[in-house]
């Protein structure tokens, strides 16, 4: 099983003799075992299995392994968002009085969550932009400084995360590269291939596919050095929180994913549900079929709109003129999604028009799933925002981010085509 579209169909569940072709939902808290030195030995870490679903379930179980095989990563987790997922990565190797380094261009969520949150736990993090140069990145980390973080494909302002300068600066100072890679998902890009050592998805966008279904993930790629770091106790030592494990004698490369999964999942609960666990494999299996789609039919739309008299600009990746065309074409393959950003001519008030004459476009607050749909933040998300403010918080007020369904994208363009000769 080489190939990443043959993954997507048929990693994680392989099932035996007269078992369900289909992984099937076990929806169950708990597990049964005949013997106490078996459930002993599990809660000792001395066999595998599972006993309780807030640490593992084997419908999570084999999704994990199809996203780890996907990333090509040593193991994974499932949490209950992506928001899960990044706290828990960060978790598993911050305390208070660590520092992160992470660039600013990533998703607001995440912003909030290392500006307000991290800091009122005493992890402090310092901001770089994507493009503040290797020399510069050295002279931020500090002794405390625990790991660098970055987005490949930025939600929502589509900057290129540089991932082999990242790698590179991390790597010098012995401290992992974490990656959100949930915009290409590992069709468009696996980081891991670029010297990322943990990657973080939230599922609910294009892996699921169907917005159906909240998640996330954690993949550890196995390929950091914990141990040889120094700056890992959590991981190289005796950990007090389960009496005294060595995750790193005991799960060799592995160590990461467990320590996230024994310790910080166990005390911090952000499981996903076995039944949403069950909605995103089914997703999975079409992943690089509609990743490819996203892909074709966002570059047509950026074309298309870059073309139109009543457009001003285009944000997309993929387009030559872009600022990241050629990051774009190194660490995507010039795949770059469904997600395009654009402005028309005349602002916010003709901005907000377009949207209301949009018909088979949807207006929600979502990105990147299987139905097209559109958000005009200056008079939604951002409504509160004078168009000064909108433009200090980097939103243009005729700023459109456009997410590219699977549809044809003859009707995708009709739909625009008449939209935009009514503003
Ligand atoms: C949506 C999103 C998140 C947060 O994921 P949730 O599943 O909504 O918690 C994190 N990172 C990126 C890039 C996202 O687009």
């Given at each position: ?34 013997s ?10 001395n066999?595998?299995g ?42 598993t ?6 520092n ?10 995440t ?26 990145i050295?002279t ?38 974490i ?31 169907h ?7 954690v ?12 700056k ?29 999964r024994?310790?910080i999942?166990r ?7 076995p ?43 993929g ?6 065309y ?16 654009f402005g ?8 907000a ?57 003859e ?13």
């Amino acid at each position: 099983m080489s190939h990443i579209d043959t993954k997507c169909v048929q990693a994680g569940w392989t099932p035996k003799n007269g078992e369900p072709r289909v992984l099937p939902i076990y929806q169950s808290t708990t597990f049964k075992y005949d013997s106490a030195k078996m459930l002993g030995d599990l809660f000792d870490l001395n066999a595998s299995g599972h006993f309780y679903t807030r640490l593992s379930n084997p419908t999570l179980e084999a999704v994990e392994n199809k996203i780890a095989a996907l990333e090509s990563g040593v193991g994974a987790m499932l949490t209950s968002s992506g928001q899960a997922a990044t706290m828990s990565a960060i978790l598993t190797i911050c305390r208070a009085g660590d520092n992160v380094i992470s660039t600013s261009e990533i998703y607001g969520g995440t912003y909030n969550l290392f500006n307000i949150t991290l800091r009122q736990l005493g992890i402090d993090v310092t901001f770089i932009s994507n493009d503040t140069p290797a020399d510069e990145i050295r002279t931020l980390v500090k002794p405390n400084t625990k790991a660098i973080f970055g987005e490949t494909l930025s939600n929502p302002s589509l900057r290129v995360a540089d991932l082999e300068k990242l790698a590179a600066v991390a790597h010098e100072n012995n401290i992992p590269l974490i990656i959100d890679n949930t915009f290409p998902t590992p069709i468009n890009c696996r980081p891991i291939e670029f010297g990322a050592d943990i990657v973080i998805h939230s599922t609910s966008k294009y892996m699921d596919g169907h917005a159906v279904a909240l998640g996330g993930a954690v993949v550890d790629s196995g390929r950091f050095d914990w141990k040889a770091s120094g700056k890992f106790p959590m991981l190289s030592e005796p950990d007090e929180s389960y009496h005294g494990t060595v995750f790193t004698e005991q799960f060799g490369n592995a160590a990461f994913i467990a320590k996230a999964r024994c310790h910080i999942m166990r005390d911090c609960g952000m499981q996903q549900s076995p039944q949403n666990a069950f909605l995103l494999n089914l997703g999975l299996e079409t992943l690089a079929l509609r990743m490819e789609r996203h892909s074709q039919n966002g570059l047509s739309m950026a074309k298309y709109l870059s073309q139109h008299e009543k457009v001003a600009w285009v944000d997309y990746p993929g387009l030559e003129s872009s600022r990241d065309y050629e990051l774009a074409r190194r660490y995507l393959g010039g795949k770059c999604s469904g997600v395009v950003s654009f402005g028309v001519k005349g602002g916010k008030a003709e901005a907000a028009k377009l949207m209301e004459a949009l018909k088979l476009t949807a207006l929600v607050i979502h990105v990147a799933d299987v139905r097209t749909s559109a958000l005009h933040p200056a008079s939604t998300t951002h409504r509160q925002l004078t168009d000064a403010q909108l433009e200090e918080a980097g939103v243009k007020p005729e700023m459109i981010r456009l997410s590219v369904g699977i549809e044809n994208i003859e009707d995708i363009k009709a739909d625009f085509e008449q939209a935009l000769a009514q503003i």
